[in-house]
């Protein structure tokens, strides 16, 4: 069973706009993580949220954790062809030690 | 130098040849992970470890095997390789609960 859903699984957009990623569960989260990932390497950290309704900002690219801690959004403003990649987000607290992955959204911005 | 580093990076094999694939972290981690990518299916825990003496299962461990041979290593084999374990795998350490995970480079292994 996948706890964690993520929308879209493919974006394909132009540079310069703007996008959001999706991630939903039904289960609580303790902690909320995003990743990037890009061809021929693993996955590597963008930020890890906490505290339901908690913003984050990196550069152009905003993070929310859901009150509820259910949910969390990635949204990237004016995209530029270096975002492309695969983004995951990663949820903990639900089972000691472990993370619990979405399926990921591939993400291709086009010059 | 990487943190986490896993060899071999490519491996091709035939249907029952048996696989190792390595992992060693230069973080100091305690808690490791092994992972197998599949396009659209995100990252699917196989092992995890807390320590040497701790392995345990994760959500697709059926085929799979592992040893901890130290704090800093720890590998995965497949016993008897087939064609549906083609994937991407992952090897990654966690320094503490829901702290970030690091992960290595990946190894790509096509079973034939």
């Known amino acids: 069973t996948q706890l964690l859903e993520q929308s879209p699984q493919f974006l394909s957009i132009q540079e310069g706009e703007n996008l959001t990623v999706y991630c939903n569960s039904s289960?609580?989260?303790?902690?909320l993580q995003w990743y990037r990932q890009e061809p021929g390497e693993g996955p590597v950290l963008l930020v890890t949220?906490?505290?339901?309704?908690e913003v984050k900002k990196l550069k152009r690219l905003t993070f929310q954790f859901g009150d509820a801690r259910k949910d969390s959004s990635l949204h990237i403003t004016a995209a530029q062809t270096g975002d492309t990649g695969l983004y995951l987000c990663?949820?903990?607290?639900?089972?000691?030690?472990?993370?619990?992955f979405g399926q990921g959204t591939i993400l291709t911005v086009h010059p | 130098d990487a943190d986490v580093t896993q060899t071999p990076r490519n491996r091709i094999t035939k249907t029952g040849k048996r696989i190792m694939l390595e992992c060693s972290q230069t973080?100091?981690?305690?808690?490791m992970y092994w992972y197998r990518q599949d396009p659209g299916l995100g990252l699917q825990l196989i092992y995890y470890?807390?320590?040497?003496?701790?392995?345990n299962k994760g959500e697709i461990s059926d085929g799979y095997s592992v040893s901890r041979q130290a704090q800093a290593k720890f590998s995965l084999s497949l016993e008897s390789a087939i064609p549906n374990q083609t994937a991407l795998y992952f090897c990654?350490?966690?320094?503490?609960?829901?702290?970030?995970?690091?992960f290595g480079p990946g190894t790509r292994l096509t079973v034939l």
């Open positions: 949220v906490v505290t339901g309704g």
């Open positions: 973080k100091g981690h305690d808690r």
């Open positions: 990663a949820g903990g607290g639900t089972s000691y030690g472990k993370l619990t």
């Open positions: 289960s609580v989260f303790s902690s």
């Open positions: 990654a350490t966690m320094e503490r609960e829901w702290g970030t995970q690091y």
């Open positions: 470890s807390f320590d040497v003496k701790d392995i």
